[in-house]
C-alpha cells in the first residue's frame, strides 16, 4: 500500500511539474506574440497614435467589416500591446487593428489578438508598416498622421521614409495633403 502511494504521489509530482512548464511555454508564447487569444473589448483602449478619422468608423466600408464579423468572425488577429491602468489593472492598447476592435466592441463579440511588447516608436512602426500594405487609408488620413508623428518628434522625415520604404520627397508630398482643409 505504501508503495502505491508513493508512485501515485510521483505522479502527481511529474504532472505539476508538466503542468508548470507548459503554463510558462504557453504565457511566453503569448507575450512573443506567437498565439492568438481572445479579449474582452472592454479591456482594450484605442492607441494614442490611432491614425483613423472618426469617419471611418461610420462609413459604408466599416458596416461591411461589421457584417462580414457578424458572419464569418475575425479571420485576422489585431496587435495589442499591455497597458496597466494608475490602479494597477491590466488592459490592453491597440497596436494595430482599430477597425477590427471597434467592429468587435459594436457586435459585443470577443477580440482575437495577438499581445507584442512595444515601446511608442515600436509601436508606431508596425502601425505604419501594417497601414502601409492597406489600402483603404484616406490619403489625407495617412497625412495627417505622418504630420502629427513628425511634429510631436517621434520621427524625423527620414527615419519615416526608411521604415517605409519611401523616399523623403515621397513623404514630403503626402505631408503637403495635410495642409488641405478638413
Request: net charge neutral; charged share 25%; with cysteine.
Amino acid at each position: 500500500m505504501a508503495h502505491a502511494v508513493s508512485s501515485i504521489a510521483k505522479v502527481g509530482e511529474q504532472t505539476a511539474a508538466a503542468y508548470a512548464q507548459l503554463k510558462a511555454e504557453v504565457e511566453a508564447a503569448v507575450s512573443a506574440g506567437r498565439m492568438v487569444v481572445e479579449i474582452d473589448p472592454a479591456l482594450i483602449a484605442d492607441s494614442a497614435w490611432r491614425d483613423r478619422a472618426d469617419s471611418a468608423f461610420a462609413d459604408e466600408a466599416f458596416l461591411a467589416l461589421c457584417q462580414s464579423l457578424r458572419e464569418h468572425g475575425q479571420l485576422n488577429p489585431v496587435g495589442l500591446r499591455r497597458a496597466t491602468t494608475s490602479d494597477g489593472a491590466e488592459r490592453y492598447e491597440i497596436v494595430f487593428g482599430h477597425r477590427r476592435v471597434r467592429a468587435a466592441r459594436t457586435l459585443g463579440a470577443k477580440v482575437r489578438a495577438v499581445l507584442l511588447g512595444a515601446d511608442d516608436r515600436t509601436l508606431i512602426a508596425r502601425m505604419l508598416v501594417e497601414n502601409a500594405i492597406r489600402t483603404d487609408l484616406s490619403p489625407w488620413e495617412k497625412a495627417q498622421h505622418y504630420r502629427r508623428l513628425l511634429g510631436e518628434g517621434v520621427f524625423s522625415r527620414a527615419e519615416l521614409a526608411r521604415l517605409l520604404a519611401v523616399s523623403p520627397q515621397e513623404i514630403s508630398n503626402v505631408l503637403a495633403l495635410a495642409e488641405l482643409p478638413d
